[in-house]
């Protein structure tokens, strides 16, 4: 699934920086990401997309990591239900804005279960679900009953024996014509032997996370063998800043819902 015909983004609050992170990069500056997140809607635009603007959230500083909130099919949207305690109050908000779209056509992650929506990546009509230390089995279990309902197939990996991987997005993006770009750590994993595989170098295992929409892969800038790596494979890239979303674990996949033309029944 590549093609897009709408985003929802939310704008970084001023309390960005107070998002979980493990600080390895050192503090995170709000109005800088706020600079790079306005590059990441023109780049959505210039792909065709059009984009819906949430406000920020000063109450919930990961907020503009909407991806994790719930995860949007041609068929149905399902919300999912967060592991980290400081994110569970993003879930109802973001339900409002679904229904707005969906209609009743939402389904939701239920306890004990737990899915982080950075943990599936979709790749066709086929769904990653990784299991990780926001998604649990029995989240893993109930996305993958649901998926199934409604047409879709699904297989899961496990990334947490890579405790530096928060979310499987975090390691791996499906860029179209049966192909993903990963890190070094997830190349022998059974579930993508099928597909070609862009592996990046260790030393950039951040330009993983990346997003196809529609005639161009949004890539992160300064990344330049990756860069190289997916233009020779025959993507065209259009780069964009993200050092404040990497200090706060965040990549350019976390940072908008992409929702496909929607065949709801
Ligand atoms: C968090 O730890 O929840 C945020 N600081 C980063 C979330 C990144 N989201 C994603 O990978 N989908």
Not at 38 to 51: N, T
Not at 65 to 82: P, Q, Y
């Amino acid at each position: 699934m590549t093609y897009f015909e709408q985003a929802i983004v939310r704008t970084p609050c001023d309390r960005f920086s107070e998002g979980i992170t493990p600080e390895l990069l050192g503090k995170a500056d709000a109005s800088l990401a706020r600079v790079h997140h306005q590059g990441y809607i023109d780049a959505l635009k210039a792909s065709g997309v059009k984009v819906t603007v949430l406000e920020s959230l000063n109450d919930f500083p990961d907020s503009c990591f909407v991806e994790d909130s719930a995860i949007v099919t041609k068929r149905v949207a399902i919300m999912t239900r967060f592991t980290a305690p400081s994110r569970s109050g993003e879930s109802p908000l973001m339900r409002e804005v679904i229904e707005g779209i969906y209609g009743s056509h939402i389904e939701a992650i239920q306890a004990p279960g737990n899915v982080e929506g950075g943990d599936i990546c979709r790749a066709g009509d086929h769904f990653l679900i990784g299991l990780s230390s926001r998604t649990n089995e029995e989240g893993a279990r109930q996305l993958a009953e649901i998926l199934k309902k409604y047409g879709f197939t699904s297989s899961t990996i496990n990334i947490r024996p890579h405790g530096f991987i928060l979310h499987l997005s975090t390691a791996l993006s499906y860029l179209g014509n049966n192909t993903f770009i990963l890190m070094p750590e997830l190349a022998n994993e059974p579930a993508l032997e099928k597909y070609t595989q862009l592996v990046v170098k260790p030393e950039e295992r951040y330009a993983s996370n990346c997003i196809r929409v529609n005639d161009a892969v949004i890539f992160p800038a300064g990344f330049p063998n990756a860069i190289a790596q997916v233009e020779a494979a025959g993507f065209k890239v259009r780069p964009v800043e993200t050092s404040e979303f990497q200090k706060q674990d965040g990549g350019l996949s976390c940072l908008s819902l992409r929702i496909p033309p929607l065949h709801l029944n």
